[in-house]
Each structure stands twice: as structure tokens, then as C-alpha cells.
């Protein structure tokens, strides 16, 4: 098992950054393909990046391609996300999920652990 815990989040204002990190106790993210996935007030929780095992392949979602970067760390067991040129409808509680496979979900249900969630807030 492995129990992912999400930090970094925070309020800034549009345009700025912040880089989120999921880091794990358990086993190593480094056997998980990783997801960052995010949940809006009223809406469903929807995909944002993914990061497979072993090869680091990457996929993000349209909204935020070219903004958000997904990296790994072995060395520090954790998961990245780096976020720029945030807009307010980046807003939302931003999760972690780990899925016991190479290739990692656009579906929060193909995912085996869940972090609590860490919420960013961005303002105009």
C-alpha cells in the first residue's frame, strides 16, 4: 500500500504560481503511475496530469497544457506539479492518485490510493 499526502497549495493571484508535491509513506510512488486530478465546488473531479511508471511518459489535460508541468522525484518518494500562469478557473481541490499499473487513468475510478487534497485558490 501507499498513502499519497498532497501540499503546496495556497491563494495566489492570476498569473502567478505554485507547485504542488505529493509525497508518499508505504511503498514508493516510483511502482505507481501518479495522476493529479482536481475538484471545483458543485463539479465532478476531473483529470489534470498523469505520469506513468518507470519511463516518465506525460499527458495533461487541454485546459492546462502548456501551464502545468508533472514531474517525479524518486529520491524524495514524491510527485510534482508545477503550475503556472494559474487563472481563477484553476480554482479547486487538487488530489493525488497512485494506480498500481505502468499507464496512469484519465478516470478517478482506475485509481487504487487517493491523498486528501490540497486547495488552490486563484484571484483575479
Known amino acids: 500500500q501507499v498513502q499519497p499526502v498532497e501540499s503546496g497549495g495556497g491563494l495566489v493571484q492570476a498569473g502567478g504560481s505554485l507547485r504542488l508535491s505529493c509525497a508518499a509513506s508505504?511503498?514508493?510512488?516510483?511502482?505507481?503511475?501518479v495522476g493529479w486530478f482536481r475538484q471545483a465546488p458543485g463539479k465532478e473531479r476531473e483529470f489534470v496530469a498523469g505520469l506513468t511508471r518507470r519511463d516518465q511518459r506525460t499527458s495533461y489535460a487541454d485546459s492546462v497544457k502548456g501551464r502545468f508541468t508533472i514531474a517525479r522525484d524518486d529520491t524524495m518518494n514524491a510527485v510534482y506539479l508545477q503550475m503556472d500562469g494559474l487563472k481563477p478557473e484553476d480554482t479547486a481541490v487538487y488530489f493525488c492518485?497512485?494506480?498500481?499499473?505502468?499507464?496512469?487513468?484519465?478516470?478517478?475510478?482506475?485509481?487504487?490510493?487517493w491523498g486528501p487534497g490540497t486547495q488552490v485558490t486563484v484571484y483575479p
Open positions: 508505504g511503498r514508493t510512488l516510483s511502482v505507481f503511475a
Open positions: 492518485g497512485a494506480r498500481n499499473a505502468y499507464i496512469f487513468g484519465r478516470e478517478p475510478r482506475e485509481y487504487d490510493y
